[in-house]
C-alpha cells in the first residue's frame, strides 16, 4: 500500500499522471536488517548469569551484519543502580549503535542518568523512522501512555509523513489486549490504548510494526490491526513456555522457540523477516509479514 504522498505530488508540480500503483512502487523499502535484545535483566538473583549471556549477545552481535540494535526494555532487574555501569561496559563493546527504551525494571531516572538523558526520541534509518517511547511504571506490569506522549507521538508520525517515512513504534509493554494464555499485561484502553489506535488508523500505511518487550515468551504477536503487525520479542536472559504453540484459545502469531536470544528483524523486499537467532545456535524459526 502507498504512503501518502501529498508532499511528492506537490514537489513535481501537483502531477496527476503517477497512478497510485506507481506510487507504491516508488516506496518499496530497500532491503535491511537490524537486531532486536530485550530484557537482559542485568543482576537478576543477584549473580553473573544474566551478564554472561549478555556478553555473549553482545559478541554475537559484534559478528552479525545488522545495521544498529534495538533494545527493548529492562536493562537491569529491579532498578539495581550498580548494574547500569556494568551494562553500559558490555554495551561499550557492540560495535553498532544500540538504542535502548525502560522497562518496568527500569526507574526513569536511572535510565537518563546512565543510558541517555532523552527518554522519548526517534531515529531514522532506510527510510524508515523508528520512534522510540516509555510506556513501562515501576508499580505496575501494565502499560500507559500519557497524553503529552500522545501529542508528540502525533508530531512523530506528522514528520514522518512530511519526510516520506514508513514507521516503526517500540515500547516496552504491548498495547495490544491479551488476556489467559498470554500474561494479560497491556495498554488498557484508558490508559492510552484507544488513542494511540485511533492516531495508528489516520497512519494506516505508514506504521509497519509496534514492537515489545515484557513478555519473556519468545516471539509472540498479532496481526488484526494489519498492515501494521504487534510483536513481543525474546528475552536473552530467560523466556517461559506458557504452551502458547498449538492453545486453542491462542490469537495471533508465536515462533516456537523459548532458548535466550535474539531478533534478527529484516525490512525490504515488500516483507517484514523476524528470525530468532537462540545465543549460540542457528536461527531456524520465523514469521514473516507482507509490508509495502
Ligand atoms: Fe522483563
Not at 526494555?73 to 532498578?79: A, F, P, R, T
Request: hydrophobic share 35%; charged share 20%.
Amino acid at each position: 500500500m502507498p504512503l501518502q504522498r501529498r508532499d511528492f505530488l506537490v514537489g513535481l508540480g501537483g502531477s496527476s499522471i503517477l497512478s497510485s500503483s506507481a506510487l507504491a512502487a516508488t516506496r518499496t523499502l530497500p532491503e535491511f536488517t537490524f537486531h532486536i535484545v530485550t530484557d537482559t535483566h542485568i543482576g537478576r538473583q543477584d549473580n553473573e548469569a544474566a551478564l554472561k549471556q549478555w556478553k555473549r549477545v553482545a559478541d554475537e552481535l559484534n559478528a552479525a551484519s545488522g545495521a544498529f540494535v534495538l533494545h527493548l526494555g529492562d536493562v537491569v532487574d529491579s532498578g539495581r543502580e550498580a548494574q547500569y555501569p556494568v551494562y553500559m561496559d558490555v554495551r561499550k563493546t557492540i560495535n553498532k549503535p544500540v538504542h535502548e527504551i525502560p522497562g518496568n525494571h527500569d526507574p526513569l531516572d536511572l535510565f537518563a542518568k546512565y543510558i541517555r538523558p532523552r527518554i522519548d526520541m526517534s531515529f531514522g534509518h532506510g527510510g524508515v523512522r523508528f520512534v522510540l517511547f516509555n510506556n513501562s511504571d515501576r508499580e505496575s506490569h501494565l502499560g500507559f501512555i500519557k497524553p503529552p506522549q500522545l501529542e508528540w507521538l502525533k508530531s512523530e508520525l506528522a514528520e514522518a509523513a512530511k519526510a516520506d517515512q514508513f514507521a516503526v513504534l517500540c515500547c516496552h509493554v504491548p498495547v495490544h489486549t491479551n488476556l489467559h494464555p498470554d500474561r494479560g499485561w497491556y495498554v488498557k484502553p484508558a490508559d492510552g490504548q484507544t488513542e494511540l489506535y485511533a492516531l495508528l488508523e489516520q497512519h494506516k500505511n505508514r506504521v509497519l510494526g509496534l514492537f515489545h518487550g515484557h513478555f519473556h515468551n519468545g516471539i509472540r504477536g498479532w496481526d488484526d490491526h494489519r498492515p501494521f503487525i504487534e510483536c513481543c520479542f525474546p528475552s536473552c536472559c530467560y523466556n517461559q513456555d506458557r504452551k502458547l504453540v498449538n492453545h486453542p484459545m491462542l490469537k495471533g502469531f508465536v515462533v516456537d522457540d523459548l532458548r535466550i536470544g535474539y531478533t534478527n528483524v529484516t525490512l525490504g523486499g515488500g516483507k517484514m523477516i523476524l528470525a530468532y537467532k537462540p545465543l549460540g545456535a542457528e536461527s531456524t524459526a520465523r514469521h514473516e509479514t507482507a509490508i509495502p
